[in-house]
């Protein structure tokens, strides 16, 4: 009994040794001594808070990555610096960040008068700072019926629009936002500037079934085509102000890609060297930084790429063998004395002399050389 418990204890010490090795080694995220959170955001560099926290751009291509955390709200609220806009999250790894839109709101009373609108800033510039909206993942999004919602770029020219027209019947209503209630458009890559219009159809026409069953309010707006699913119907009747998600898509911006940025050391925001690589973006111009194959961290920092010990993890590398760490990389082979495939489970077999004696003691010696 008292064996068993000391036994326990030892293997208890052991398993809190390991996780605390595991927590001291921290990958680095923000500049020496520069914060690195905003409430619970993480704020990795290029991105920073403070004076020499934030990659400074020197040109007439500068972008400006610096952010504001307001310690004084309650959750923290980060903002970056030149336009304001409320982020709600930042990657490392997707080049992607949240940033949230106030819906553009109209709505009409029964006989088709103006009713009301929204009165808080619903356009968003991203003019000055590495953002872009996210082509891939933001939709422009028009909700209500009937409803023409549109938008136009900085020049005035119209980008992006969709027309949602209104069914007699609710129940007929499709649940997908493809038309009917509710219609999304694809935005164009480049684009860092969005000014939702909602054009109104005035009653007084013979198509009684434009109007009916149309909406009180109509919205137009940016959205995260993840986060928004028509499909949850409570959006359709909404008469309120409300948030929703964008996702942006950011770079290193000043120079327009890998093989120009490397002609400058000092500019080139890759600082992991050999250890790091670039990569144009798709969106708009510039180029972004991952850590090579082998190594985790930050590669925007000097040192910032940190060798991946593989074999703390040997699941996950499919190593079922005798797991060595180097820098970079990893080996694995059989244990002494067995041979196979070290890669799949249970895929080192003894060699031939133990397999024999092993089967002849399993038995299974018999079994294996009949016909
Ligand atoms: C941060 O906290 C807020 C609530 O305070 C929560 O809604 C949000 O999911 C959290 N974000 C992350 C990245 O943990
Ligand atoms: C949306 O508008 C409200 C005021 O109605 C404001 O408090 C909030 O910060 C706005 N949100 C954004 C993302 O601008
Ligand atoms: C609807 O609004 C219009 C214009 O604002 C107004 O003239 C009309 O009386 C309103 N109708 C109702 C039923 O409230
Ligand atoms: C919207 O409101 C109308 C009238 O109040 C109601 O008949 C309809 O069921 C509502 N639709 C949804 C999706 O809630
Ligand atoms: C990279 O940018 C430079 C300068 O703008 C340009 O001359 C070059 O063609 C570009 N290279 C690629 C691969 O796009
Ligand atoms: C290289 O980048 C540094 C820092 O941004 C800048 O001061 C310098 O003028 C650049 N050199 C050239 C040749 O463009
Ligand atoms: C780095 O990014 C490139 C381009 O997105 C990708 O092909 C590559 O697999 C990435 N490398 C690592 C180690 O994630
Ligand atoms: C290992 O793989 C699992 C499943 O794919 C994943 O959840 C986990 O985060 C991975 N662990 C590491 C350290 O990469």
């Not at 208890?12 to 080694?25: E, I």
């Not at 422009?140 to 020219?157: E, M, T, W």
């Not at 629009?161 to 009917?180: F, L, N, Y």
């Not at 109104?200 to 009684?208: C, I, K, L, Y």
Request: with cysteine; net charge neutral.
């Amino acid at each position: 009994m008292a064996t068993t418990v000391v036994l326990l204890l030892i293997l208890l010490h052991l398993l809190v040794a390991k996780a605390t090795a595991a927590a001291q080694r921290q990958l680095p995220v923000a500049r020496p001594r520069c914060r690195d959170r905003c409430g619970n955001i993480t704020v990795p560099y290029p991105f920073g808070i403070g004076a020499g926290c934030y990659r400074d751009e020197a040109g007439a291509n500068s972008l400006r990555f610096e952010l504001e955390c307001d310690d004084g709200r309650s959750p923290p609220r980060l903002v970056d610096a030149n336009q304001k806009n409320q982020l709600a999250d930042l990657s490392l790894d997707a080049g992607e960040a949240r940033a949230y839109l106030n819906a553009t709101r109209h709505c009409y009373n029964s006989t088709g008068g103006f009713a009301g609108r929204n009165t808080n800033k619903a356009y968003m510039t991203l003019l000055g700072t590495p953002f872009l909206f996210s082509s891939t993942k933001s939709r422009l999004v028009a909700l209500g019926c009937p409803n023409l919602g549109y938008f136009v770029h900085g020049d005035g020219y119209y980008v992006s629009g969709c027309m949602s027209v209104c069914r007699p019947s609710q129940e007929a209503m499709p649940g997908p936002c493809t038309g009917i209630g509710c219609c999304q458009s694809e935005i164009p890559p480049g684009l860092h500037f969005f000014e939702p219009t909602i054009r109104n159809f005035p009653r007084g026409g013979e198509d009684f079934s434009f109007y009916s069953n149309s909406t009180p309010c109509r919205y137009v707006f940016l959205v995260d085509k993840e986060w928004f699913s028509y499909t949850d119907r409570v959006f359709l009747n909404r008469t309120d102000d409300f948030d929703v998600p964008v996702v942006l898509d950011w770079a290193i911006r000043n120079v327009g890609n890998c093989s120009a940025a490397r002609q400058n050391t000092t500019d080139f925001a890759c600082r992991g060297g050999a250890r790091s690589d670039c990569f144009d973006v798709a969106n708009g111009p510039g180029y972004r930084c991952n850590c090579s194959q082998g190594y985790e961290g930050n590669p925007y920092l000097d040192n910032g790429c940190i060798d991946i010990d593989e074999c703390e993890h040997k699941e996950n590398y499919s190593c079922y063998g005798v797991c060595t760490n180097t820098i970079g990389s990893y080996t694995c082979q059989c244990p002494p004395g067995t041979s196979g495939d070290v890669k799949v489970k249970s895929g080192c077999r003894p060699d031939d002399k133990f397999t024999l004696a092993l089967k002849v003691v399993t038995g299974n010696f018999l079994k294996t050389t009949s016909p």
